[in-house]
């Protein structure tokens, strides 16, 4: 059971490049999530799907899409790569929107856009 | 949307010393409020989180308030180990997919 997964782990970008940040989870969660951490700005979410199907923006979602593949998978992609997108990703997932409301993250992915 | 703050941002104990760490919140509706510890480099990970029904609640050394009135709610910390050095993030949520993070607090226990 390995929980949330993300890939790759560390990635550098030139500006305008594009990339696509990859999650799965095995825990049959129904919600997943992406968020970004920048030093002293805590946690912030990019977008969410609140089921297979579904995505909705969160606070930060410009410059950002996503798709929910499927139930395990989750992905976040950067078009066209900006400086201030530098920063470290995180993947989460939980079972429901409501109910059980414990969050899981993954590992995060370190993004550098030069 | 929601605003949450938190304080301070950096905290450091005496080890066997407690730590309080507290978040206020601005959304009346916010009903689940959730606390995370990550250590460097590492995931956030859920240590503790309370529902807008219950005022305390208690897992060995760590213990959570909620002052629905006030909105704000604390994260305590008793008998303070090195292990226990690591960035605490609080947060808040209706209930739903939005959860609102507050800044982090980076709580240092010294030896």
């Known amino acids: 059971n390995a929980g949330v997964t993300q890939t790759p782990k560390f990635q550098v970008l030139k500006t305008g490049q594009s990339m696509t940040l990859q999650c799965a989870q095995d825990m049959n969660h129904n919600s997943m999530y992406w968020y970004r951490q920048d030093p002293g700005m805590g946690l912030r979410l990019i977008y969410y799907?609140?089921?297979?199907?579904?995505?909705d923006k969160g606070e930060v979602p410009n410059g950002y899409n996503v798709s929910r593949l499927n139930k395990r998978e989750f992905s976040l992609r950067l078009e066209s790569a900006a400086p201030s997108q530098t920063s470290v990703y995180f993947c989460?997932?939980?079972?429901?929107?409501?109910?059980?409301?414990?969050?899981?993250f993954g590992p995060g992915t370190r993004l550098t856009v030069l | 949307g929601e605003n949450v703050e938190q304080h301070p941002s950096t905290l450091s104990v005496q080890e066997g010393d407690s730590a309080v760490i507290k978040c206020t919140y601005s959304?009346?509706?916010?009903?689940?409020f959730p606390w995370y510890k990550q250590e460097l480099g590492k995931r956030p990970q859920l240590i503790i989180d309370i529902r807008s029904n219950v005022g305390e609640k208690k897992d060995q050394r760590i213990a959570v308030t909620l002052n629905k009135t006030a909105k704000h709610f604390s994260l305590h910390i008793t008998e303070t180990q090195p292990e226990d050095s690591a960035v605490y993030f609080c947060a808040a949520s209706q209930g739903g997919n939005q959860f609102y993070f507050g800044t982090g607090t980076s709580l240092t226990v010294i030896p």
């Open positions: 799907s609140a089921s297979e199907g579904t995505t």
């Open positions: 959304d009346s509706a916010s009903n689940y």
């Open positions: 989460a997932s939980k079972r429901s929107a409501g109910g059980d409301d414990t969050q899981y």
